[in-house]
């Protein structure tokens, strides 16, 4: 559409931005079929062996809302720094339509709804995670 029109042109289909919303619409696409994709992987190696659920937690979502959990699993997975996935100083990921999260295989797994801790459990994650004040607050401050 683009090639139609001059530089600058200020038309409703240039000004709307179709191009960047097209390629955030087929990232997001992408990630919902390779996560429908890992499930149908998973279900068929292991049949047979577990019995248990698949519960995929997303670290920045409420059963885990702790998004510094991400440079943890990004360190340990191989070869991440491929992905061309960066973090920024919140560890919103970019491209936005990343996830990065958890496979857990346990009868009892589920996907709690973290909405709200008491100020000892703040307290508490922060010195285990080896929070600063500021990092504990721009983590965790939402869900005191």
């Excluded at 289909?13 to 990232?27: H, I, L, N, P, W």
Aim: charged share 25%.
């Amino acid at each position: 559409h683009r090639s139609l029109h001059p530089e600058g042109c200020n038309c409703e289909a240039c000004a709307t931005q179709y191009g960047s919303m097209m390629e955030r619409s087929v990232r997001v696409t992408l990630a919902e079929t390779a996560s429908k994709w890992l499930d149908l992987r998973l279900n068929k190696l292991l049949k047979g062996h577990y019995s248990s659920p698949i519960r995929k937690p997303a670290a920045g979502y409420y059963s885990c809302p702790d998004h510094s959990i991400k440079r943890d699993i990004l360190s340990l997975l191989p070869g991440a720094e491929e992905l061309g996935i960066t973090l920024t100083e919140s560890c919103a990921m970019i491209p936005d339509a990343s996830v990065c999260g958890f496979i857990l295989f346990h009868s009892r797994a589920g996907y709690p709804e973290i909405m709200r801790i008491s100020r000892t459990q703040y307290d508490d994650y922060c010195k285990r995670r080896g929070f600063t004040p500021e990092e504990g607050q721009l983590f965790l401050g939402h869900l005191l």
